[in-house]
């Protein structure tokens, strides 16, 4: 919670692969006697184990996971407790390997101050740099950079006043409050909980002391700020409104705007518990009762002042991406912000170096643990602040539609100057005049598969059919569109997800133009097929899977593709040098192994004609 | 510091926004409770999360049977005092096959008594997120995990491909062969634990105070006798003297101390002075190296 506790400090001890930071908190627990004798134990049987030593290796205190021993590395973040007696500590010791940089900002999310390691030897890496930089970004003000193994450069000073002016130099757009530079030798347990007389010249605390006395300010601005996290209703039929004040203060009687409505309100009563409170501030958990009964979700926000709260469909925003899977742009995930979670697509990606400076622009897509300044379009209009102002709700999770994890982080740093807020303009006539005077709904049949299954052929056959029923119909078809409107696009992973985008808003228009439209479309990937299906009202989207093996298809190969395809004259071929996802769950499937064209053009005939 | 002066409201309001959070989003979560202190602890938060409304969803017991019979006597009490929506499920395949701690390894038992038991019901009742008392402070595996934790379709954590998790927005969403366990307790340490239960007066089983009872030293551990099913070994002495327990399990593996603290103030200062873990009386974690990551990985909580 972000409430500002004197008594706990969290941080993180971060930096490059090696330079000793599980070392450094084992020492430090050790030395402040926050490890038990049978911990101390499993240590030493476990240093013999794994290090082939006598001596204990303090940093399996922190890699507590078998792997982690075995490969002598920190893979996952791990948290310690300690207390001295001036107060408690909860320390996040996160990995180094740059593939681990998302466990890394797992553990800094929640930091109040870090402590950057460097070794005397080697000086300042690009790990340094860049975990310096995602501080920054993620808003912890307040660092220590931990000179390690001073031993190794026989305590020598120069070494230490070079790193430290580079460091300066390196950070200094960087959005930090406090900077304090400390020589150590963590093996050794110099400088860590007391000073040592091996390193003379530096007159300043030992490490545990500075973060005894760091000032812990993480506050949120001032604007109250409340989203509700959760609705109960009592048998009266009464509503508490519970969550956790994300910012400012609220008193009993205060006058309320609740987003995204604007409805005015006012607090009735405030609980936490049994207790009646006459006021609650950033931190606290409560239930709220309110003076006017009115309907309100999970989501929406309570505030005092509106000016904080931004009321917008698209924001700029740092991001920082965590899955295996690249970010492409167009894609729709799922984005959290507060309770609120939505689609959203990222409509474009900027480049930042570890200056904060803009280095290109305009990149399609983002790798697993590269950062970018991103600008964000939601399916909805949101609430949200700016991280600077809100942590909470000037922040955001992605997660993937199909998998469902999450796959990126952001911060939001800009509302203005967004082409945002074209409104859709409805005409008078809508689609269900057109489809009640056609006589037939307007839907889109989506046929997915390998080329050469037999989608074109099959959804000729079917138009005819429902032409002569009396329907109006049309085919789109992926080849021929290729030739037109897409006649720009290759086969990347990009130009196919940009192919079947404007695929599917073309189906979108014609479908409100009260048309049956079949889509003829290889559509390789379910993630896309997926985010043409939402454009689309429940119903109106009849994804069909033509199902041939490639065997058959090869065997097949009407226009002779799959033999050039496999002789490499044809790059980015699907099947062969290009995935295809098959559909998890259509509507229907054609196996055209089984059945031959008039079969499958019956079949579909039957099922599809009674929903029309 | 002096832990008299610590200001827990913070661990409090975090663990309540986490339970909340759970009842907001998840499809058919269960709380999980082993009757012990961070489950009395976890359904007490879980009771002032709801407050005035009753907990949203049902608590289960897994029993082994071997259970301290203080604590099933507690657990009957809690029930009726609070009202509370509780299941109890025991593994009837080992409960057929008398698999108690006995005659089986640690091991074996665990195995089928508290692992696969906890599978079976969590599999049986359909719940998708399990909420648990476990805390990082507690053993060197759990100090590496989530809050809200992945499991696979058959409960297995992999702790090598963990979610991010960023600031105090959790991602619930679950593929459909996916569980998930949930810990409101995670930051809390034994100390923030006890000084709550007593800032609280959250109510104990006994055995966690001091008084005289039977045990014998078996391997140097203390092993109280709490019915006559216990097995005396050759040489084994029946002692009556002070003892109590930090950590309570199934009777024959957790190992009580020596201890006159017989109040919580008491309770404490022991705990602010002790040398020893918690778990050090656990015997289920020392069956081999690693092995509270080995449970886990198998579907232990």
């Known amino acids: 919670m972000s409430s500002n506790n004197q008594n706990t400090l969290r941080f993180i001890t971060c930096g490059s692969v090696d330079d000793g930071k599980s070392t450094l908190m084992g020492r430090m627990l050790f030395e402040n006697n926050s490890i038990y004798k049978d911990q101390l134990e499993e240590l030493k049987s476990a240093s013999l184990k794994y290090s082939k030593s006598k001596e204990i290796d303090y940093s399996m205190l922190l890699d507590g996971l078998s792997s982690e021993r075995e490969q002598k590395i920190t893979i996952d973040v791990a948290y310690r407790y300690f207390q001295t007696k001036k107060r408690k500590f909860i320390v996040a010791d996160t990995p180094g390997h740059q593939q681990y940089t998302k466990n890394m900002i797992t553990g800094a999310s929640n930091s109040q101050l870090a402590i950057i390691l460097v070794s005397a030897k080697k000086g300042i890496l690009e790990q340094t740099i860049r975990h310096s930089y995602i501080c920054s970004l993620l808003g912890i003000k307040n660092i220590i950079l931990a000179i390690n193994k001073m031993d190794i450069v026989n305590f020598d000073k120069n070494i230490f006043d070079k790193i430290s002016k580079k460091y300066m130099k390196i950070t200094k757009n960087y959005d930090f409050n406090k900077i304090s530079i400390i020589p150590i030798s963590a093996l050794h347990g110099y400088n860590v909980v007391k000073k040592s007389k091996k390193i003379n010249w530096y007159y300043g605390p030992s490490l545990l002391s500075i973060l005894e006395k760091a000032s812990i300010n993480i506050k949120n601005d001032n604007n109250f700020a409340l989203p509700i996290q959760l609705v109960q209703t009592n048998k009266q039929n009464k509503r508490r409104y519970l969550g956790l004040v994300t910012g400012g203060s609220i008193k009993v009687k205060d006058d309320i705007t609740i987003f995204p409505s604007l409805t005015k309100n006012s607090i009735k009563n405030m609980f936490f518990h049994k207790k009646k409170l006459i006021q609650a501030e950033e931190g606290d958990v409560i239930s709220i009762e309110l003076n006017k009964e009115v309907d309100i979700s999970r989501g929406d926000i309570f505030v005092k002042n509106t000016n904080s709260f931004i009321l917008s469909d698209r924001f700029k925003a740092d991001l920082i991406w965590m899955d295996i899977n690249p970010a492409f742009i167009g894609r729709l995930y799922y984005i959290k912000i507060g309770h609120i979670m939505v689609g959203a697509q990222i409509l474009k990606i900027n480049f930042k170096d570890n200056n904060n400076q803009l280095k290109k622009d305009n990149i399609i897509k983002l790798e697993m643990n590269e950062l970018a300044y991103a600008e964000i379009q939601l399916e909805k209009q949101t609430s949200t602040s700016l991280f600077k102002k809100n942590k909470m709700l000037g922040s955001f999770i992605l997660i993937d539609r199909i998998n469902k994890n999450t796959i990126g982080i952001g911060m939001i740093r800009d509302h203005s100057n967004l082409a945002s807020n074209i409104f859709y303009s409805q005409s008078f006539v809508t689609k269900k005049h057109r489809n009640i005077a056609n006589g037939h709904k307007s839907k889109v049949i989506w046929f997915t598969g390998l080329s050469g299954a037999g989608k074109s052929t099959i959804a000729r056959k079917l138009e005819k059919r429902l032409f002569k029923t009396g329907m109006k119909t049309y085919i789109l078809d992926g080849d021929n569109l290729r030739t037109g409107i897409n006649k720009n696009l290759s086969f990347t992973e990009n130009d196919r997800i940009e192919n079947i985008r404007r695929v599917s808003e073309i189906s979108k228009l014609m479908i409100d133009a009260g048309i049956l439209v079949l889509v003829c479309l290889i559509s390789p990937y379910e993630n896309e097929r997926k985010t043409a299906k939402k454009l689309f009202k429940k119903g109106d989207f009849i994804e069909v899977y033509v199902k041939a093996s490639l065997k058959t298809l090869e065997k097949r190969d009407v226009k002779g593709l799959y033999k050039k395809a496999r002789l490499g004259e044809i790059k980015d071929f699907t099947g062969i040098s290009s995935p295809y996802e098959v559909p998890v769950n259509p509507n229907m499937i054609i196996d055209t192994e089984k059945n031959n064209i008039e079969e499958s053009v019956n079949m579909l005939f039957n099922k599809i004609k009674p929903i029309i | ?301």
């Open chain 2, 1 to 301: 510091m002096n832990y008299k002066k610590l200001n827990y409201s913070y661990l409090e309001n975090q663990s309540i926004y986490i339970i909340r959070e759970v009842a907001a989003e998840a499809k058919n979560p269960v709380l999980l409770y082993s009757i012990g202190k961070d489950s009395s602890v976890l359904l007490h938060l879980a009771m002032k999360a709801f407050y005035p409304e009753p907990i949203p969803f049902p608590v289960l017991h897994v029993d082994t049977g071997w259970k301290f019979s203080e604590m099933y006597k507690y657990r009957e009490n809690i029930k009726k005092k609070f009202n509370i929506d509780l299941l109890v499920y025991k593994n009837a395949e080992g409960e057929k096959n008398n698999v108690n701690p006995f005659n089986h390894s640690s091991e074996t038992y665990t195995d089928i008594m508290k692992t696969q038991a906890l599978k079976k019901v969590l599999d049986k009742y359909n719940f998708d997120l399990a909420i648990g008392g476990a805390r990082r402070d507690e053993e060197k595996s759990r100090a590496k995990e989530r809050i809200f934790s992945i499991r696979n379709n058959k409960h297995s954590w992999d702790p090598k491909h963990q979610r991010p998790e960023c600031w105090n927005t959790y991602n619930l969403q679950l593929k459909s062969d996916q569980k998930m366990r949930v810990f409101p307790l995670s930051n809390w340490t034994e100390l923030d634990i006890w000084t709550y239960i007593h800032k609280e007066k959250i109510d104990l089983v006994k055995l966690y105070f001091a008084k005289k009872r039977p045990f014998v030293f078996r391997e140097k551990k203390i092993i109280m006798i709490d019915d006559n099913r216990f097995k005396l070994n050759k040489g084994e002495k029946i002692i009556h003297d002070f003892i109590r327990f930090r950590t309570l399990g199934c009777y024959p593996l957790t190992a009580g101390i020596l201890s006159k603290a017989n109040t919580i103030k008491k309770v404490l200062d022991e705990i602010f002075n002790s040398k020893q873990s918690e778990r050090e009386g656990r015997l289920i974690d020392k069956d081999e190296a690693s092995s509270m990551e080995l449970k886990k990985l198998q579907g232990y909580f």
